[in-house]
C-alpha cells in the first residue's frame, strides 16, 4: 500500500523560506505514470493545487506561486521536498503532498501538516 | 488557466435524499475532472475520476457525469457518513485546478 508521509518545522518565521519533505513508501518514485505533487489548505478555506514534479525533474508550478516555489525530487531517498520562499502570514495553511496520475487525479495523499508563519 | 466553480457553497440536506453538487470550467478540460471528498481533519480522497468513474472503493451511491464545462457529482441517497466537503479538480491542463469546495451539511 502507497503511503506519503510530510515532514519539515511546523513554524516559520516571515520572510524566511517553508521547506517540507515527502517520504514516499510501499511503491517507487521513479514510476514513469506518475507525478507527485503538493496542495494547500489555509485554515477554514479551499485546496490550492502549489506545483508537480515528475520523476526526470520537470516541474509545473501554480502562476500565482511560481516566483517564490520550488520544487524538487530526491529519486535515491524516494523522496520529493518543496521549498517557498519569503513566507507571509498568508502561507499558513495544511499542507499536502499527493500523487497525480494525468488520467485519474491525485489518488494518493499525506495526512498533511500544519504550517504556520509567525515571528 | 482554468477556472473551476463549484455550487451551490453549501448544500442542506436530510439523510436518505438525493445530493447533487455541480462544477463549472472556464474552459473545456474534456473529461479530464476528478471529485474528493474532505472530512474535518482528514486529507482529501478521491471519489470520482474521468468526471464519471468511481475510484476504488466507493459507493454506488456516488456518481458522476458531464464533460467539457459542465459537471454533476451526485449522491443519491445521502448517509451520515457523506456529510463532507466535496471539491472538483481539473487535470487536463498546467495549472491544475480545485473548485472552491461544496459544503453538504445535514438539514
Known amino acids: 500500500q502507497l503511503q506519503l508521509q510530510e515532514s519539515g518545522p511546523g513554524l516559520v518565521k516571515p520572510s524566511e523560506t517553508l521547506s517540507l519533505t515527502c517520504t514516499v513508501s510501499?511503491?517507487?518514485?521513479?514510476?514513469?505514470?506518475?507525478?507527485w505533487g503538493w496542495i494547500r489548505q489555509p485554515p477554514g478555506k479551499g485546496l490550492e493545487w502549489i506545483g508537480s514534479i515528475y520523476y526526470s525533474g520537470s516541474t509545473y508550478y501554480n502562476p500565482s506561486l511560481k516566483s517564490r516555489v520550488t520544487i524538487s525530487v530526491d529519486t535515491s531517498k524516494n523522496q520529493f521536498s518543496l521549498k517557498l520562499s519569503s513566507v507571509t502570514a498568508a502561507d499558513t495553511a495544511v499542507y499536502y503532498c499527493?500523487?497525480?496520475?494525468?488520467?485519474?487525479?491525485?489518488?494518493?495523499w499525506g495526512q498533511g501538516t500544519l504550517v504556520t508563519v509567525s515571528s | 488557466e482554468i477556472v473551476m466553480t463549484q455550487s451551490p457553497a453549501t448544500l442542506s440536506v436530510s439523510p436518505g435524499e438525493r445530493a447533487t453538487l455541480s462544477c463549472r470550467a472556464s474552459?473545456?478540460?474534456?473529461?479530464?475532472l476528478a471529485w474528493y471528498q474532505q472530512k474535518p481533519g482528514q486529507a482529501p480522497r478521491l471519489l470520482i475520476y474521468g468526471a464519471s468513474t468511481r475510484a476504488t472503493g466507493i459507493p454506488a451511491r456516488f456518481s458522476g457525469s458531464g464533460s467539457g464545462t459542465e459537471f454533476t457529482l451526485t449522491i443519491s441517497s445521502l448517509q451520515s457518513e457523506d456529510f463532507a466537503v466535496y471539491y472538483c479538480?481539473?487535470?487536463?491542463?498546467?495549472?491544475?485546478?480545485f473548485g472552491q469546495g461544496t459544503k453538504v451539511e445535514i438539514k
Open positions: 474552459q473545456s478540460v474534456s473529461s479530464n
Open positions: 510501499g511503491g517507487s518514485i521513479s514510476s514513469s505514470s506518475y507525478y
Open positions: 499527493a500523487r497525480l496520475i494525468m488520467w485519474l487525479g491525485l489518488d494518493y
Open positions: 479538480q481539473q487535470y487536463n491542463n498546467w495549472p491544475l485546478a
